[in-house]
């Protein structure tokens, strides 16, 4: 495709005599004609990176590229990099947008000549494009079949699907990371179309950016996997590798998300599994990671299973069961709505402080007689002792599962 779109691009431009540039639908560039002008800062990025900062690209959406038929115009907006207009041909087949031909306005004016030219070319492009589209589809659709293998009960399934990643060149063999994605306000419900579709722009987002074979991705209706795949790395390398992974797809989630939206999900990382034959085990680990996120309200970009402590056992027990095992009277304290705020933010903070007054006291800013009273009405709502060790670790656990959430 890139041999066929690269030919099409310089006729076209030695034909005008002015440079020409194709973008896909995501305004990435596929391909570009040698340059008769001076390049503005958004076209040197685009050269540089092959993408676009969100910016331009929601400057282009402004502009109504999405919705042309024919010739438009995008203006200069200079504090973005843009400056000079462009003059855009949208790329279409069967009316389904593919991409965007473009000439800029500094190297001279679309007339009737241009625009012609502009149209026979795009659609060459368009079936250039959708021939490609359908190759990748093909090949797409297989890496997800097999990750699902890999992520699933089944271990004779899970075996097959790592033997068939390697064989049919996906991926290399070597220490496996999964790192997940899920929205920050619940999960389980498919999400909209265009909370899905940031999913997929932030995922292809790390694709690009991936050395060949080292990424696996999936995007589910709820919830984005990339697994990290490290085949000469040990295990802190592997680790640190996908954290680094982990922060990107996190920081393009918040580029990609509109701005009210901006902390709409949360990431976690599994740990090092050895091989993709335990894919399942470190997706596992990357879920339980990013819902602890999601319930406790972190303000982590990511979250990591190997450093939850306490809350890696906790969010691998039924949630029910794990509420219903407190006493009454801790279930009462510590509910996120008939409980008392004042009691619980003490008991979380003298547990915390291992039972310390003195710190704990100066935490809470208050006399330490102050912390003596309340801590005896907790003892005596919850009928626990706290000078007790089994009723300590009692309550210590009771205000973790608080914090996931579970009494709700």
């Given at each position: 495709m890139a041999t066929d779109m690269q030919q099409l691009v310089d006729a076209l431009g030695a034909r005008l005599g002015r440079s020409v540039a194709v973008d896909d639908r995501w305004v990435r560039l596929v391909a570009h004609s040698a340059h008769h002008g001076e390049a503005d800062a958004a076209r040197i990025e685009s050269l540089m990176h092959r993408e676009v900062s969100s910016e331009l690209a929601a400057h282009v959406a402004a502009a109504g590229a999405a919705r042309a038929t024919d010739l438009f115009t995008v203006p200069p907006r200079p504090e973005i990099g843009v400056a000079v207009a462009r003059y855009g041909m949208p790329i279409r087949h069967h009316d389904a947008l593919l991409g965007y031909l473009w000439l800029t306005a500094n190297e001279g004016p679309a007339g009737p000549r241009e625009a012609d030219a502009l149209r026979a070319a795009a659609r060459q492009a368009a079936l250039i494009l959708h021939g490609e589209h359908l190759r990748d589809e093909i090949a797409r659709s297989r890496e997800r079949e097999l990750v699902r293998d890999l992520v699933a009960e089944d271990s004779v399934l899970r075996a097959e699907a790592a033997q068939a990643v390697i064989e049919e060149e996906l991926a290399t063999a070597g220490r496996t990371v999964a790192v997940v994605a899920i929205p920050a306000d619940g999960p389980g419900e498919p999400l909209p179309?265009?909370?899905?579709?940031?999913?997929?722009?932030?995922?292809?987002h790390i694709r690009r950016q991936a050395a060949p074979g080292s990424v696996l991705s999936l995007v589910r209706p709820d919830h984005a996997l990339v697994l990290s795949i490290h085949p000469r790395a040990g295990d802190e390398r592997s680790a640190a590798g996908a954290e680094e992974l982990a922060g990107a797809l996190s920081r393009r989630l918040r580029e990609e998300s509109s701005p009210h939206r901006a902390a709409a999900f949360r990431v976690g990382v599994g740990q090092v599994a050895r091989g993709l034959t335990g894919a399942a085990t470190t997706y596992l680990e990357a879920m339980h990671a990013a819902e602890v996120a999601r319930r406790t309200g972190s303000g982590e970009a990511v979250t990591l299973y190997s450093r939850l402590g306490i809350y890696a056992?906790?969010?691998?027990?039924p949630p029910s069961e794990l509420a219903e095992s407190l006493p009454a009277g801790l279930r009462t304290l510590l509910h996120p709505r008939s409980g008392d705020p004042e009691l619980t933010e003490t008991l979380t903070t003298y547990l915390d402080a291992a039972g310390d007054t003195g710190r704990s006291a100066a935490r809470l800013h208050i006399h330490r007689s102050t912390l003596y009273h309340r801590l005896r009405r907790i003892e005596d709502l919850t009928g626990l002792s706290l000078s007790?060790?089994?009723?300590?670790?009692t309550a210590h656990l009771a205000v973790k599962i608080a914090q996931l959430r579970l009494l709700d």
């Open positions: 179309q265009e909370r899905r579709h940031v999913l997929h722009l932030a995922v292809e056992l906790l969010a691998r027990l007790h060790g089994n009723d300590r670790l």
